[in-house]
């Protein structure tokens, strides 16, 4: 079976400072992988979407990035943190693109 | 971007009650997904829609995938405590690049009725 792991499940960073959340799928090749932001529990805004290996495509603009260096492993960045980059962040995975996604636990960021 | 429109909101619960809620959009959508979220974890996949009339039961949630292929609903029978939590609805066309990606309405808070 698929499992998705992601880490940490909070984290609490000053402003300025880098940021890197992981993101890893097992039991799956090549899957569809996504970044996700909720603010205040409701409203899931995509932030990025990746079709494969070095692929990431960016739907909206912000100051952060993603890379994907594995074909499971997915990775948001960020090099200065901003307050409004506080919130609730979610990876996601599905088989193929126009298929259902699969979310893993989030991670709880604060910026300070 | 694209937007479904979920309602209610939000509401109250009492144990034993009926819950509805459902989803709407001005455009055709050729899957249709219902997620539960529980405070500080990720949503969770309850029922997939594939085709147009399709009514599907998942223990005590029922959900209808609309025929204009433009709305969904989610039924949920004799409430229990833990049905609490924000349900989302959402929405998949077929294709590449951004065709692919999920299209989420804001979701449906239920609480229990204090």
């Known amino acids: 079976s698929q499992t998705i792991h992601q880490w940490p499940a909070t984290l609490v960073q000053p402003v300025g400072s880098p940021l890197s959340l992981e993101c890893t799928v097992e039991?799956?090749?090549?899957?569809?992988l996504y970044w996700y932001r909720q603010a205040a529990g409701r409203g899931l805004q995509l932030l990025f979407y990746?079709?494969?290996?070095?692929?990431i495509s960016s739907e909206v603009p912000q100051n952060l990035s993603a890379s994907r260096p594995q074909d499971r492993q997915f990775i948001l960045s960020s090099k200065k943190l901003l307050l409004s980059d506080s919130g609730f962040y979610l990876c996601?995975?599905?088989?193929?693109?126009?298929?259902?996604?699969?979310f893993g636990q989030g991670t709880r960021l604060t910026v300070v | 971007g694209q937007q479904l429109n979920q309602s209610p909101q939000s509401m109250f619960i009492q144990e034993g009650e009926d819950v509805s809620m459902n989803c709407t959009s001005s455009?055709?959508?050729?899957?249709w997904l219902w997620y539960k979220q529980d405070p500080g974890e990720g949503p969770v996949l309850l029922i997939a829609?594939?085709?147009?009339?399709e009514l599907t039961s998942n223990g005590r949630l029922t959900a209808q995938f609309g025929i204009t292929r433009k709305d969904s609903f989610l039924n949920i029978s004799a409430s229990i405590p833990s049905d609490v939590g924000i349900y989302f609805c959402?929405?998949?066309?077929?294709?590449?690049?951004?065709?692919?990606?999920?299209?989420f309405g804001k979701g449906t808070k239920l609480s229990v009725k204090p």
């Open positions: 996601a995975w599905s088989w193929n693109r126009g298929t259902e996604a699969f």
């Open positions: 990746s079709v494969g290996i070095g692929q």
């Open positions: 959402a929405g998949l066309k077929s294709g590449g690049g951004s065709q692919g990606n999920l299209i």
């Open positions: 455009s055709i959508f050729n899957t």
């Open positions: 829609l594939y085709k147009a009339g």
């Open positions: 039991g799956t090749s090549n899957p569809n």
